[in-house]
Structures are given as C-alpha cells and as structure tokens.
C-alpha cells in the first residue's frame, strides 16, 4: 500500500480588514512611515488626556512634529549634498569688521527672494573679509529651506568640465552643474583661465541664466575680469548674465586672516 502523507495545514492570510482591526495607532503609525510620531505617541496622548485636550489637537501635534523631523532631515541630507565648506551662519559673521559692507544688501539676499526670481549674488572683495562665509551661510540658509544647492571652487569647476569634455561627458557635467536651484561659485578670480577653460565657465553661466540662483564669491572687480579669462567677449558676457537681476555686495577691508596671524605670531 502506497504511503499517504497528511497533508499539512497551511493557515490562510489573515484579511488586510482583520489585521486592520488588531493594529495599534502605534503600528499605524509606522505602517504609514510616521516612526517620529508613533514614538511620541504615548506620551503625547496622556498629555492630551491630562489637559482634556481633543483629538484633533493630539493629531495635530503628532504631524507637526512629524513633519518638523522630515524637514530637518532632508535639511541635513541637503547640506551634506550641497559640498558647502565651511558651514557658516550669519549671526557668526562681524559686520563691524569690514571697513565697508551694506548690511541691508546682505540681509536682502538672506531673504533667498533672488533664488526664487532665479537671480544672482555677487560678493566682490579682497581676501579674507569674508565673502565666503556670508556665501556659504546664504547656501546654508537655502538648504534649510529646502533648495537644492551646490558648492565649488571656480577651477575646481573648470577641471571637473575639462576632464568631462575629455571623456566625452561634457554635456552631461554642465546639466550637473545647471541643475541646482544654488550654486555657489567661490574664488573666482584667484586663478586664470585658458580659453578652453573661459568657454566651459561661459556654458554654464548660460545654462543657468534665468533658468537658477548663482552666487559667485571673486576679488576681481568686473572691469578686470578680461584678465582673469583671457577672453574680453567671455568676460563681458558672464559679467552681464550675473548683475542682471543682481545683488551686488562690494565688501571693503584687510585680510582678516592676516590680523590673525599678526596676532598669533605677538603670542
């Protein structure tokens, strides 16, 4: 006689309706990817409880909450994306050092209003006055609302578009650096370009005009750019596209780099 085996019972799924019905607010919580506010849960509802406040206030608070973390983690995320270095703020900037800066035009570009019209922000000065912390602290800014921003150094930018060219991805690393709602170009200035060099720059200023926010940190005043590009018509016409629709912020000073020095060395 052939052996029979019993068949083994397999327990049907339990209903998506059922296992509804045994979840706990906790668990919905998490089913929906609201971790942050499934761990106040508990403490927010006695609290709600002791106060006899209403539901709708608990849920309230619970989605506040919820939502505050997510912005604070994209936030995060962002800056870590955004290359910026080094992270600065405004309250940490001295507005007293420099011999001359507009204030109001600095706080109007904190506003992030140009980001919004697709403008620009140029910080032109001597070194070390800090036209790079108040770039990178606007860039900061623009993280933590939300913006997509991107951080370089003017040759590091021109070498990432020179090697691109030479691999044949030229067009794909100026839509890399077209795409951001920021970029900040730092140091433009400090070193030339060839002319090969001057056309790639020239690209990308004219991806993003009108299109996206650029500001550009450089200690050469706009007359002098010929110089920095080799290329009068190159210069001009980057100049054009950036104090179009503009904020211009001449800051005057020393190097305050050089006062630290000085006074590292009479210690």
């Not at 085996?5 to 906790?26: E, F, N, R, V, W």
């Not at 940490?92 to 706080?107: E, M, T």
């Not at 590009?229 to 950036?242: D, G, K």
Request: charged letters at 25%; one cysteine or more.
């Amino acid at each position: 006689m052939p052996f029979s085996k019993t068949p083994t019972m397999i327990p049907s799924p339990i209903p998506a309706h059922d296992l509804l019905q045994t979840m706990s607010l906790g668990d919905v919580l998490k089913g929906l990817g609201l971790d942050h506010a499934a761990s106040l849960l508990d403490v927010a509802a006695q609290k709600a409880i002791t106060r006899s406040d209403s539901p709708t206030s608990l849920l309230d608070h619970l989605m506040r909450e919820q939502i505050r973390v997510q912005a604070e983690r994209r936030a995060q995320t962002a800056l870590k994306r955004s290359g910026i270095f080094p992270l600065t703020t405004l309250e940490a900037f001295d507005f007293d050092y420099p011999k001359s800066i507009d204030r109001d035009l600095v706080l109007r570009a904190a506003s992030l209003d140009f980001i919004q019209e697709k403008g620009n922000c140029v910080f032109l000065g001597p070194s070390g006055v800090g036209k790079t912390h108040l770039a990178n602290a606007i860039g900061q800014l623009a993280c933590l609302r939300g913006y997509r921003v991107r951080f370089v150094v003017a040759a590091d930018l021109v070498n990432d578009l020179v090697a691109g060219q030479a691999r044949n991805m030229l067009h794909r690393r100026i839509a890399t650096w077209a795409s951001p709602h920021l970029l900040i170009l730092d140091e433009l200035g400090y070193l030339s370009f060839d002319a090969r060099g001057a056309d790639l720059l020239y690209q990308v200023f004219s991806r993003r005009y009108q299109r996206a926010a650029t500001i550009v940190t450089t200690n050469l005043p706009f007359k002098d750019w010929g110089t920095l590009f080799h290329n009068a018509s190159s210069a001009s016409a980057i100049a054009e596209r950036l104090v179009h629709k503009g904020i211009l912020i001449r800051i005057v000073g020393k190097s305050r780099r050089s006062d630290r020095d000085l006074e590292a060395d009479a210690e």
